[in-house]
């Protein structure tokens, strides 16, 4: 055991230890065949969406969006078969699609979930999955009584690394989870000058934070937030308009989560989560979200590193329609369900109103 390898010292060193018995792999539906999936907007997005459904097999037969050149670019790449139209609503109705990917922004989504869900139709909804957290709880009760799915594209939930801590605090082994940390140091400055990036004042807590918002409610379970502190900086010099730096600080009854954004860091990039429990930690480390190639788990009888196999924009993708098309097969609530959605939405709002008042600490 190397001590830059996880940074403990000769006296502190601890045996090897077989690797925990965790199940992390994205779901996949038994039937694939029986669900006839239909994509609503084939912006950037999509292409992810798209490329893992057709490595899996999955039976998409129609594409909608705006501009038809668009759809028809995603139908020529990944579905030949299937149709294309600018006519949404149309798509809606069809009575042969039993699933719906919706993906456009949420100002433009909503309308497009609603009508979904009142013609009976399974719909996954691209995050952030709602603006106002009331429209939100409408939606969850109009599947609920149309007697439908809505799940949402939280696929940051089967990240290999995010998986396999999920799973693993979820099985107990590391006992009560005491605190949270991410720290991230990411190069984002391809959004220097797009205007549907550069627009968005809280981008890093709004666009980007909300999977690691979406991970802590998951990691910390039944545990209820009590308040949320954020704060955001933009400095001199930055390629691309909103604010770079940003911080949160969550607390719980029994818990903190600590989240650290540098979304301007051109060299040394690194992303670390940090898991502490009253019987063990767990740490991933790499220098990607895409990138992080094993968990390194601490437990009272020893120390294992256990490789991951995928990747985010891989596993991420087939694990949010993956789970959904389960589900539909199962007849239960999906994993990534809108309502288990809610709370982390209910978290950024927090932290976006923290950020608004100076880093005011905001009540839950």
Not at 267 to 274: F, H, I, S
Not at 281 to 288: D, I, V, Y
Request: glycine share 8%; aromatic share 8%; with cysteine.
């Amino acid at each position: 055991m190397a001590d830059d390898d996880y940074g403990l010292s000769p006296a502190k060193q601890v045996r090897a230890i077989d690797p925990p018995p965790i199940e992390y792999f994205p779901p996949r539906p038994r039937n694939p065949a029986s669900h006839r999936i239909g994509l609503i907007g084939a912006g950037g997005i999509s292409d992810f969406h798209l490329k893992n459904y057709a490595s899996c097999g999955w039976n998409v037969v129609a594409i909608a969006d705006r501009t038809l050149a668009k759809a028809e670019a995603r139908r020529d790449a990944y579905f030949p078969a299937a149709d294309v139209t600018t006519d949404a609503a149309g798509l809606i109705r069809r009575e042969d699609i039993t699933v719906l990917d919706i993906t456009p922004h949420p100002e433009d989504r909503v309308g497009l979930v609603r009508a979904a869900l009142e013609a009976g139709k399974h719909v996954l909804s691209q995050k952030p999955f709602v603006l106002d957290l009331a429209v939100g709880a409408e939606l969850v009760v109009l599947a609920e009584r149309k007697g439908v799915r809505l799940a949402v594209n939280q696929n940051g939930r089967w990240a290999p690394h995010f998986g396999y801590l999920r799973q693993a605090v979820a099985s107990g082994l590391i006992g009560e989870v005491r605190s949270v940390d991410f720290s991230l140091q990411w190069d984002q400055t391809w959004i220097a000058g797009n205007p549907g990036f550069e627009s968005i004042h809280h981008l890093v807590l709004f666009d980007f934070a909300i999977h690691w918002f979406d991970i802590a409610t998951c990691l910390l379970g039944a545990q209820r937030a009590q308040s949320v502190s954020a704060s955001v900086l933009r400095f001199d010099g930055q390629r691309f308009q909103p604010p770079a730096l940003a911080a949160v600080v969550i607390n719980y009854p029994q818990a903190q989560v600590r989240m650290s954004f540098n979304v301007h860091t051109t060299l040394g990039e690194e992303d670390v989560t940090t898991v502490v429990g009253s019987a063990g930690t767990l740490r991933s480390r790499g220098p990607g979200l895409n990138n992080q190639p094993a968990v390194d788990v601490f437990l009272p009888d020893g120390y294992v590193r256990v490789p991951l196999q995928g990747c985010w924009f891989e596993s991420g993708f087939v694990g949010t329609m993956g789970e959904l098309l389960r589900a539909i097969e199962e007849g239960r609530e999906p994993d990534n369900s809108a309502r288990s959605n809610l709370p982390a939405l209910e978290l950024c709002f927090a932290a976006l109103r923290s950020t608004d008042q100076g880093g005011v600490p905001v009540r839950l």
